[in-house]
């Protein structure tokens, strides 16, 4: 059973594959590449080549890695255990750890940036306030 299915949201396109037998995902997933970067050149459209990712989410009785060698236009897709999906880090085991631990990471330098003034500025709630929302909205 092979069901494709195609995300376009803004300037980001992602295509995800659903197979039931692993022996002809390479195949598949190569021929759905082939007929997506057609659609595109048809459309005058491009593929960023540095954001090009594969990922392969399996069940946990499954292989764990399994290699997936497709191209595009000559040039090999890198495959990944996580990646950016509009804005939300997935991982291979579709859970949360990766994407946290990059919010963690914003979070440290935004408690920080509005820390570090602490002294320049007066104590009104309202300043940090407006502080916190310069620096974190472009975030949110």
């Given at each position: 059973m092979?069901?494709?299915k195609v995300i376009i949201f803004a300037d980001n396109a992602s295509a995800y594959n659903r197979m039931n037998n692993l022996?002809?995902?390479p195949e598949a997933v190569s021929n759905d590449f082939k007929i997506i970067f057609n659609w595109f050149i048809t459309n005058k459209l491009s593929l960023n080549k540095s954001k090009r990712k594969?990922?392969?989410f399996?069940?946990?009785n499954d292989p764990p890695d399994i290699a997936l060698p497709v191209s595009i236009d000559f040039q090999v897709i890198q495959q990944t255990k996580s990646t950016k999906f509009l804005g939300v880090i997935v991982d291979k085991d579709v859970s949360w750890k990766d994407h946290i631990?990059?919010?963690k990471a914003k979070l440290v330098?935004?408690?920080y940036a509005i820390n570090a003034?602490?002294?320049q500025l007066d104590r009104k709630k309202y300043s940090y306030v407006v502080l916190y929302t310069v620096i974190s909205a472009?975030?949110?």
């Open positions: 092979k069901i494709l022996c002809h995902l594969l990922i392969l399996t069940k946990s631990k990059a919010c330098c935004l408690l003034p602490k002294y472009p975030d949110l």
